[in-house]
């Protein structure tokens, strides 16, 4: 009966061939991951510096109707003019200097939806953890549920129908929309600072409720609070562009994705282009924060992460 | 138990030079470098260690339990009873697991699916391995429950996992294993999860199985003091090697390892010794120290254990040690 | 089993009566609702009517328990453009969409139950990856623009199916692919995700260990245990279910309660608009209770006896 172990093999060069091809599929696995990130880095970066700089880039005006120029393709195709490099719309206005400031403003209502559902769910977070969690939670529960029960899309028509679309309607829409999800994190993140000692010690020291909400609890429920800003900002921009196509956001003249689509869609056999572009960019866009989103939350939050 | 077949020429188990690598994040990490394990019919083997030391790792890794994507096995002989197999080879494996092969897991209360009742997974070895009709396996199943002294074998065999107590779970699950009669039943840490009762009544019932049977036991535990009241022989892991390995009196009586020493000092004992708990903490896989992995914790530790990962040597005493300790009276195997 | 079933159903009406006060409530919004529920050419004395039979002139809770009153009897007053009962108007058309979201709801499950199983079988291999791309691209692409991108590939260009109205099946195709869009990638995560966990589990190990072969373990002790999580997700799925629907209808002329109100809005007629936000509620909160119940028999632990 032999029992002993062998000093020699296990090490590096006994390495053998199914050893090395895990090797070789997790630097693979690295590889990809790198790749995808700089690639949806690398696309925002341009989206971001070119909605900021859109009037700078472009040598049209996204309102300018130039009815002489109506419906031309593309630069690439037949018939069409590299200074009309994606065609124009059924007036004659440029497709890709309204996709550059439709960027834009998608981009801006993402950020201003974002704020306004998240200053609402923050600082309801903040009051209900802090305060008495019973009352709050039973309330703000009730409210979920009945949220839950008319969908996002549902209440948009609704609230349209009975105030009318109009910019500030949407952004008011999207961060009631979306308020609940900041305030259900940031009541738990809340509720586990507030039995923190260094609560205790700032109360001992005379500091008062505002005080200490300001300036302990609110700096440390930011992480989680990250998270959800990057998964919302697309998630909304997606939602406003929906709403935009409907007729229930963002109206006419105005550029925005959604409703470019929309204008689009009744010329969809003469014209492609006015909806295959901007709808494409929006996936892009989209794809990419979402790519990046997803990044960010694996580093932020590794309850999330799933083992490897 | 009965020691002496195992020196007889029945072994049910016979590896050598088993190597268990995983992928990581950060790339390969060797979590067993090279292993020999027998287990004869009838005998019980203790495999010791901390958790990581790759004790679990070992006996999953050879038997196929890892998906081949995350990890690589490799050994240079795998031998079950009279088969030349490949270790690790789940196609190899699948005829012998669950029928000559048993493994019960370490918690019963994860290792019973929850939603699925006690009885038909009980029943699965028989019904869907043995090819047997729906009447003997009904018949089977509750011989085995009440084998394993479930009183009301009905009852639990149409309950769910969640609705048992931990010790009937743990009974439950070893029905499921040792419905078949396997020859090798590989034990990782039963009873860690369970009280002190229920641990000694469930290595009770192993050892009444295993004398009835002759079914060779490979016990993996953390824990060398309930060793040492029943298993034949000892093999203490640390970092993915056997560090000492002999008889069970010898390992116990006479620790020769600084590890196996430690361990034994680290846990209290009915003579009152003093519990010294063993400092620092087990290596980390992905960046092993240089030499002997044990030298950073080591009280004996000099330069060349720093330079030299030492080979095993075999004392007078019987057992066998891989530590430059050993050099002295042993001599080099 | 029976007083969960009770508990549940009264949760139901108490968020229902809170579905009905947001209702309610928008018609307030509107300033004057009035001017909202009748045409913008009735006479002062048919606005009086209105007002006294509304109970307009009350305060807001007699108010509310007057509408709630009606509306539990289906009267959620008359659409002036249709010239008859709102809420009828709107539930003859809801079984349209009902069927709309349920093949759409199909077709999430039947391409992103296997997507998702592949996915974590095959983990790190190229059919994960192809699969959690194609969630990622489901996840970007908004779904009015795939509905008219079907009907330029399909529709147009191909002409292998028709690009709007409802009849038979084929009909249902594309307004169904984008009712499915945005669910199918939940469907692939959510099941890929709970299968990784699932196969990591002991008892999945333990199966394997007792020698039964890749597909009895995944068939016995892993498809099941793993399809829990998605039941909870489908929860929160019913909602977009129903938005999709929505615009889908719009996009497909598909004749369902979605665009009935979608019209209205065109059209001002609140009350059709009030009946078809109750309706969906209705139906995103009924399916709810039903998946609850779905749960409870996936899952015995938490199975109420």
Same mark, same amino acid.
Not at chain 1, 38 to 55: E, R, Y
Not at chain 3, 162 to 187: C, E, K, N, Q
């Given at each position: 009966?032999?029992?002993r172990t062998?000093?020699d093999?296990?090490?590096?060069?006994?390495?053998?061939?199914?050893?090395r091809?895990?090797?070789r599929?997790a630097?693979?696995a690295?590889?990809?991951t790198?790749?995808t990130?700089i690639m949806?880095?690398?696309?925002?970066?341009?989206?971001?510096l070119?909605?900021?700089l859109a009037?700078w880039?472009?040598?049209?005006?996204p309102l300018?109707a130039e009815?002489?120029?109506r419906?031309q393709?593309p630069g690439w195709?037949?018939g069409?003019?590299?200074?009309?490099?994606l /065609?124009?719309?059924?007036t004659? @206005?440029?497709l890709?200097?309204?996709?550059?400031?439709g960027?834009r403003?998608?981009l801006?209502i993402?950020?201003?939806a974002?704020?306004c559902?998240?200053?609402i769910g923050v600082?309801?977070? #903040?009051?209900a953890?802090?305060?008495?969690?019973?009352?709050?939670?039973?309330?703000?529960? @009730? *409210?979920?549920?009945i949220?839950q029960?008319?969908?996002f899309?549902?209440?948009?028509?609704a609230v349209?129908?009975?105030i009318?679309?109009?910019?500030?309607?949407?952004?008011?829409i999207?961060?009631v929309?979306?308020?609940?999800?900041?305030?259900?994190?940031?009541?738990?993140e809340v509720?586990?600072i @507030?039995?923190?000692?260094y609560?205790?010690?700032?109360?001992a020291m005379?500091k008062?409720?505002a /005080?200490?909400?300001?300036s302990h609890?609110?700096?440390?429920?930011?992480a989680p609070?990250?998270?959800?800003?990057?998964?919302?900002v697309?998630r909304?921009i997606m939602?406003?562009?929906?709403l935009?196509?409907?007729?229930l956001g *963002?109206q006419?003249?105005?550029a925005?994705l959604?409703?470019m689509?929309?204008?689009?869609?009744?010329l969809?056999?003469?014209a492609w282009w006015?909806?295959?572009?901007? /709808?494409?960019?929006?996936?892009? #866009?989209?794809?990419a924060?979402?790519t990046l989103?997803?990044?960010?939350?694996?580093?932020l939050?590794?309850?999330l992460r799933? @083992?490897q | 138990?009965?020691?002496?077949?195992?020196t007889?020429s029945?072994q049910?188990?016979?590896?050598e030079?088993?190597?268990?690598?995983?992928?990581?994040?950060?790339?390969?990490?060797p979590a067993?470098?090279g292993v020999?394990?027998?287990?004869?019919?009838?005998?019980?083997?203790a495999l +010791?260690?901390?958790s990581?030391?790759g004790?679990?790792?070992s006996?999953l890794g050879? $038997?196929? $339990?890892?998906?081949?994507?995350?990890?690589a096995?490799?050994?240079e002989?795998?031998?079950f009873?009279?088969?030349?197999?490949?270790?690790g080879?789940?196609?190899?494996?699948?005829?012998?697991?669950g029928?000559r092969?048993?493994i019960?897991f370490?918690d019963p209360?994860?290792?019973?699916d929850?939603?699925?009742k006690?009885?038909?997974?009980?029943?699965?070895?028989p019904?869907?391995?043995l090819?047997?009709?729906?009447e003997? +396996?009904r018949r089977?199943?509750?011989?085995?429950?009440?084998?394993?002294?479930?009183?009301?074998?009905e009852?639990?065999?149409?309950?769910?996992?969640h609705?048992?107590?931990?010790?009937?779970?743990?009974?439950?699950m070893?029905?499921?294993?040792m419905?078949?009669g396997?020859?090798?039943?590989?034990a990782?840490?039963?009873?860690?999860?369970?009280d +002190?009762?229920l641990?000694a009544q469930v290595?009770? $019932?192993?050892?009444?199985l295993q004398?009835?049977r002759?079914?060779?036991i490979?016990?993996?535990?953390?824990?060398?003091?309930? +060793?040492s009241e029943?298993a034949?022989?000892?093999m203490?892991?640390?970092?993915?090697?056997v560090v000492e390995?002999?008889?069970?009196e010898?390992?116990?009586?006479?620790?020769?390892?600084p590890?196996t020493?430690?361990l034994l000092?680290s846990?209290?004992?009915l003579d009152?010794?003093q519990?010294?708990?063993i400092r620092g903490?087990?290596?980390?896989?992905?960046d092993?120290p240089?030499?002997?992995?044990f030298?950073t914790?080591?009280?004996h530790a000099?330069e060349?254990?720093e330079?030299?990962e030492?080979?095993t040597?075999?004392?007078p005493?019987?057992q066998?040690?891989?530590?430059?300790?050993?050099?002295?009276?042993g001599?080099?195997? | 089993?029976?007083r969960?079933l009770?508990r549940?159903m009264?949760?139901?009406?108490l968020v229902?009566?809170g579905?009905?006060?947001?209702?309610?409530?928008?018609l307030?919004?509107?300033?004057?609702?009035t001017?909202?529920?009748?045409?913008?050419?009735?006479?002062?004395?048919?606005?009086e009517?209105?007002?006294?039979?509304?109970?307009l002139?009350d305060?807001?809770?007699?108010q509310?328990?007057?509408?709630v009153? %009606?509306?539990v009897?289906?009267?959620f007053?008359?659409?002036f453009?249709?010239?008859?009962?709102a809420?009828?108007?709107v539930s003859?058309?809801?079984?349209?969409?009902i069927?709309?979201?349920?093949?759409?709801?199909?077709?999430s499950?039947a391409v992103g139950?296997?997507?998702?199983?592949?996915s974590a079988?095959?983990?790190?291999t190229?059919?994960?990856r192809?699969? %959690?791309?194609?969630?990622?691209?489901?996840?970007?692409?908004p779904d009015?623009?795939?509905?008219i991108?079907?009907?330029l590939?399909?529709g147009?260009n191909?002409?292998w199916?028709p690009?709007?109205?409802?009849?038979?099946?084929r009909?249902?195709?594309?307004?169904?692919l984008?009712?499915a869009?945005?669910?199918?990638p939940?469907?692939? %995560?959510i099941?890929r995700?709970s299968?990784?966990?699932v196969?990591?589990?002991? &008892?999945?190990r333990?199966?394997?260990?007792?020698?039964?072969?890749g597909?009895?373990?995944?068939?016995r002790?892993?498809?099941?245990?793993?399809?829990i999580p998605?039941?909870t997700?489908l929860?929160?799925?019913v909602?977009?279910?129903?938005?999709?629907?929505?615009?889908?209808?719009?996009?497909?002329? &598909?004749?369902?309660m979605?665009?009935v109100a979608?019209?209205?809005?065109i059209?001002r007629?609140i009350?059709?608009?009030?009946? &078809?936000?109750f309706m969906v509620?209705?139906?995103?909160?009924?399916?709810?209770?039903?998946l609850?119940?779905?749960?409870s028999?996936?899952?015995?632990?938490?199975?109420?006896?």
């Amino acid at each position: 009966m032999k029992v002993r172990t062998r000093p020699d093999s296990g090490t590096a060069e006994a390495a053998t061939a199914s050893t090395r091809r895990l090797t070789r599929a997790a630097a693979a696995a690295r590889r990809r991951t790198r790749a995808t990130l700089i690639m949806s880095a690398g696309f925002l970066a341009v989206i971001v510096l070119v909605s900021v700089l859109a009037p700078w880039i472009t040598w049209h005006d996204p309102l300018d109707a130039e009815l002489v120029n109506r419906l031309q393709p593309p630069g690439w195709l037949d018939g069409g003019s590299w200074s009309y490099p994606l /065609g124009t719309d059924s007036t004659g @206005r440029d497709l890709f200097t309204r996709m550059l400031f439709g960027v834009r403003l998608s981009l801006l209502i993402g950020l201003a939806a974002v704020a306004c559902g998240g200053i609402i769910g923050v600082t309801a977070g #903040i009051l209900a953890g802090y305060y008495d969690e019973k009352i709050a939670a039973v309330g703000f529960g @009730r *409210v979920a549920d009945i949220q839950q029960a008319i969908p996002f899309v549902v209440l948009a028509l609704a609230v349209v129908a009975s105030i009318g679309p109009s910019f500030r309607n949407l952004i008011l829409i999207l961060g009631v929309g979306s308020w609940l999800f900041y305030y259900r994190i940031v009541r738990g993140e809340v509720l586990k600072i @507030r039995e923190e000692s260094y609560i205790d010690a700032a109360k001992a020291m005379g500091k008062s409720d505002a /005080g200490i909400l300001i300036s302990h609890v609110l700096p440390n429920s930011f992480a989680p609070v990250i998270v959800i800003v990057t998964l919302f900002v697309p998630r909304l921009i997606m939602f406003a562009a929906a709403l935009s196509f409907l007729g229930l956001g *963002v109206q006419p003249p105005r550029a925005e994705l959604g409703l470019m689509i929309s204008e689009g869609r009744g010329l969809i056999q003469q014209a492609w282009w006015l909806t295959v572009f901007p /709808g494409a960019l929006l996936a892009g #866009i989209v794809l990419a924060m979402n790519t990046l989103g997803d990044w960010l939350r694996e580093r932020l939050d590794p309850t999330l992460r799933v @083992r490897q | 138990m009965a020691p002496d077949t195992a020196t007889g020429s029945s072994q049910v188990l016979a590896v050598e030079g088993l190597t268990v690598s995983f992928r990581a994040v950060a790339g390969v990490v060797p979590a067993v470098r090279g292993v020999d394990v027998t287990v004869g019919a009838g005998e019980t083997v203790a495999l +010791v260690g901390e958790s990581g030391s790759g004790k679990s790792a070992s006996v999953l890794g050879m $038997l196929g $339990l890892f998906h081949p994507d995350s990890a690589a096995v490799e050994a240079e002989r795998f031998k079950f009873e009279d088969m030349e197999l490949s270790a690790g080879r789940r196609e190899d494996l699948q005829d012998l697991l669950g029928t000559r092969i048993g493994i019960i897991f370490q918690d019963p209360q994860s290792s019973l699916d929850p939603t699925m009742k006690v009885g038909k997974q009980i029943a699965e070895v028989p019904r869907l391995r043995l090819g047997l009709d729906r009447e003997t +396996v009904r018949r089977k199943v509750l011989d085995s429950l009440a084998e394993v002294g479930i009183r009301d074998p009905e009852w639990c065999a149409s309950a769910y996992p969640h609705e048992l107590s931990g010790g009937m779970r743990q009974r439950a699950m070893i029905a499921t294993v040792m419905i078949a009669g396997p020859s090798l039943l590989i034990a990782d840490e039963p009873t860690t999860a369970l009280d +002190v009762t229920l641990q000694a009544q469930v290595i009770d $019932l192993l050892a009444t199985l295993q004398e009835e049977r002759g079914t060779g036991i490979l016990f993996i535990t953390h824990d060398l003091s309930l +060793v040492s009241e029943f298993a034949d022989r000892v093999m203490v892991m640390y970092a993915g090697t056997v560090v000492e390995s002999g008889d069970t009196e010898a390992v116990v009586n006479h620790p020769s390892h600084p590890y196996t020493r430690a361990l034994l000092e680290s846990v209290p004992r009915l003579d009152g010794g003093q519990v010294r708990p063993i400092r620092g903490r087990p290596p980390d896989p992905r960046d092993l120290p240089s030499g002997c992995p044990f030298r950073t914790r080591c009280d004996h530790a000099h330069e060349r254990c720093e330079q030299v990962e030492p080979p095993t040597f075999r004392l007078p005493s019987g057992q066998t040690i891989r530590c430059w300790l050993g050099e002295q009276d042993g001599e080099p195997c | 089993m029976l007083r969960f079933l009770v508990r549940r159903m009264l949760h139901s009406i108490l968020v229902l009566l809170g579905v009905l006060f947001v209702v309610h409530g928008l018609l307030l919004l509107t300033g004057d609702p009035t001017a909202a529920l009748l045409p913008p050419d009735a006479d002062e004395e048919v606005r009086e009517n209105l007002r006294r039979k509304h109970g307009l002139d009350d305060p807001f809770p007699v108010q509310y328990v007057k509408f709630v009153g %009606r509306a539990v009897r289906g009267d959620f007053g008359d659409s002036f453009r249709q010239a008859r009962p709102a809420f009828e108007f709107v539930s003859e058309k809801a079984g349209e969409t009902i069927k709309l979201g349920a093949v759409g709801l199909a077709i999430s499950l039947a391409v992103g139950g296997p997507l998702g199983a592949l996915s974590a079988l095959r983990k790190g291999t190229w059919i994960d990856r192809t699969a %959690r791309m194609v969630a990622a691209m489901g996840q970007a692409i908004p779904d009015f623009w795939l509905g008219i991108m079907l009907i330029l590939i399909l529709g147009v260009n191909l002409n292998w199916l028709p690009i709007s109205g409802s009849g038979d099946w084929r009909h249902l195709l594309m307004p169904g692919l984008v009712v499915a869009l945005p669910t199918l990638p939940a469907v692939v %995560r959510i099941y890929r995700s709970s299968l990784i966990g699932v196969l990591d589990r002991d &008892y999945v190990r333990a199966a394997r260990a007792r020698g039964l072969k890749g597909p009895q373990v995944f068939g016995r002790h892993v498809a099941r245990n793993a399809a829990i999580p998605i039941v909870t997700v489908l929860a929160f799925e019913v909602g977009s279910i129903m938005s999709g629907a929505l615009i889908a209808e719009v996009i497909f002329a &598909y004749p369902g309660m979605g665009r009935v109100a979608y019209q209205a809005i065109i059209n001002r007629d609140i009350a059709v608009v009030q009946a &078809y936000v109750f309706m969906v509620s209705l139906i995103v909160v009924t399916t709810n209770m039903l998946l609850d119940i779905a749960y409870s028999m996936l899952d015995p632990r938490v199975r109420v006896r």
